[in-house]
C-alpha cells in the first residue's frame, strides 16, 4: 500500500541565526488544544500534525489552491547535522527540504554561504528564514502572528527598515546565482527562493513559514514522498550514542518503509557494513512520564516511515553517523544492501579521497 509520508525538514544556517530557537518554538507550539494532535516528540525529530498547521495557518492555508495531503511535518532536531551534512553518494541528503535561517540584521555569514553550498550540492530545495525582524527599532510585538497581520502594526520607518535589509538579504543571493523574494511577492516557487520575516523568538512569521514548507512538499515533493509503507525500511544514522543499560545504540531517521522489532538490519560503518538483528525499538516516552533517568523510552514493535527511532542491536560501536540503514527480511535481502552500503562506502572513499 502506498502513502504519503511526511518532508523531512532541516534548519541551518550560521552559528546564532536561531536555529534552536526556531526549533524550540515549533516544538512548544500546541495550537489550542490537544485535539489538533499537538506536536509528538520522535528520537531526533519533531513531528508537526498537519492538522496544527492548518491551525495555525487560517486562512493563509489558502496560499495553496491545491489540497494538503501530507500527515504532516517532521523537523529534524539538531541543526546542521552531521548526517546532513555528511556526503551521500547516491546524491541527495536526508531532508526532502531546508530552512536556511538568517539574522536579518547580520545578514550573509561564513556558515550561513557555507549551508547555501551544501544545499545547491545535494540539490536540496529550500525556503528562506530572515529572522530576528524583532530587534529592529521600534518593532511592535505580537506572539506568534503571522508576518502579514503583524508588518501592519509596524510604523512606516520600521516598515521601511525590513525592506532595505531584505534587499540586502536579496542581493547577495543574486550574486550566489539565486532570485529571492519575500515570499508573499513571489510568482512562481520553482525560480525564485521565498524570503519568510519571522521572529523565532516570538513566533511572529512561523505560521507562514510553516504553510508554505507544507505547500511547497505537497506541490514539488509529492511523488518523492510517496512511499511503499509495507516494504523494508530505511533510513539515515543520525547519531551513534552510549546509553545506560542499552550499549551502544543508533538514532536513526526512517524515510522509507516500516522497521519491524525481528528485522535484520545493515548498517554503514566506518570501512564495512554491519548486519545484525534488532534488540528493541525505543521511542522517547512523555516528558511528563519519566520518573526515573534510567526509563527514558518505550518499546515499539514496528514504526512506518517518516519517524525519528533509537536501535538498540550488537555490533553496532563501529556504525557511523549519516550512513545508511537498511532493513532486509531475507538471505538475499542481506545481501543486496551489503552490496548497495559497500558501494556507497567507497564512492565516498574515492570522491573525498579520505575514509
Ligand atoms: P543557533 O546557534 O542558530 O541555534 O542560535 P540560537 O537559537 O541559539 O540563538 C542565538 C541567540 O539569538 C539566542 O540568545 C536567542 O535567544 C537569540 N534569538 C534567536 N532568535 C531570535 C529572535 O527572533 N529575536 C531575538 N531578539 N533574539 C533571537
Redesign the pocket.
Known amino acids: 500500500m502506498k502513502k504519503i509520508r511526511q518532508p523531512i525538514i532541516a534548519v541551518l ?10 526549533l ?1 518554538r515549533i516544538r512548544r507550539t500546541n495550537v489550542a488544544g490537544k485535539e489538533a494532535g499537538g506536536i509528538t516528540q520522535h528520537i531526533g525529530a519533531t513531528e508537526v500534525p498537519i492538522e496544527t498547521v492548518k491551525q495555525l495557518a487560517g486562512p493563509l492555508i489558502k496560499l495553496w489552491k491545491g489540497e494538503i495531503k501530507l500527515p504532516g511535518l517532521l523537523f529534524i532536531d539538531t ?1 546542521g547535522h552531521e548526517a546532513f551534512t555528511s556526503l551521500r553518494a547516491r546524491g541527495g541528503s536526508l531532508a526532502d527540504l531546508a530552512v536556511l ?1 538568517v ?1 536579518v540584521n547580520e545578514g550573509f555569514q561564513p556558515q550561513t554561504i557555507e549551508s547555501i553550498e551544501i544545499l545547491r550540492k545535494n540539490r536540496t530545495p529550500f525556503i528562506v528564514a530572515a ?5 529592529i527599532k521600534g518593532w511592535k510585538v505580537e506572539e506568534d502572528e503571522p508576518f502579514l497581520v503583524n508588518i501592519k502594526k509596524q510604523d512606516q520607518r520600521a516598515q521601511q527598515e525590513l525592506e532595505t535589509k531584505l534587499w540586502e538579504l536579496i542581493g547577495k543571493f543574486y550574486e550566489m546565482g539565486f532570485n529571492a523574494n519575500r515570499f508573499d511577492r513571489v510568482q512562481d516557487f520553482t525560480r525564485e527562493l521565498a524570503i519568510i520575516p ?5 513566533g511572529i512569521g512561523v505560521p507562514e513559514l510553516l504553510v508554505l514548507i507544507a505547500g511547497l512538499s505537497q506541490k514539488y515533493l509529492e511523488e518523492k514522498l510517496k512511499i511503499e509503507v509495507e516494504g523494508p525500511a530505511r533510513g539515515t544514522i543520525l547519531e551513534v550514542r552510549e546509553e545506560l543499560g542499552l550499549g551502544t545504540t543508533i538514532d536513526v531517521i526512517i524515510y522509507d518503509g516500516t522497521l519491524r522489532k525481528d528485522d535484520t538490519i545493515v548498517v554503514g560503518g566506518k570501512d564495512k557494513a554491519i548486519v545484525t538483528k534488532i534488540r528493541a525499538l525505543l521511542k522517547p516516552k512523555p516528558l511528563d512520564e519519566i520518573r526515573d533517568p534510567r526509563f527514558r523510552f518505550d518499546q515499539v514493535d514496528e514504526v512506518a516511515a517518516a519517524a525519528g527511532i533509537k536501535i538498540a542491536a550488537p555490533g553496532l560501536e563501529e556504525a557511523l553517523a549519516g550512513s545508511p540503514v537498511i532493513a532486509a527480511r531475507s538471505e538475499e535481502e542481506v545481501e543486496r544492501a551489503k552490496a548497495e552500503i559497500l558501494g556507497q562506502i567507497q564512492s565516498v572513499v574515492i570522491s573525498t579521497g579520505k575514509v
Open positions: 544556517g550560521h552559528v546564532d541565526h536561531g536555529k534552536t530557537t526556531l524550540d541543526p535561517i539574522d529572522n530576528k525582524i524583532d530587534r519571522i521572529s523565532a523568538k516570538y
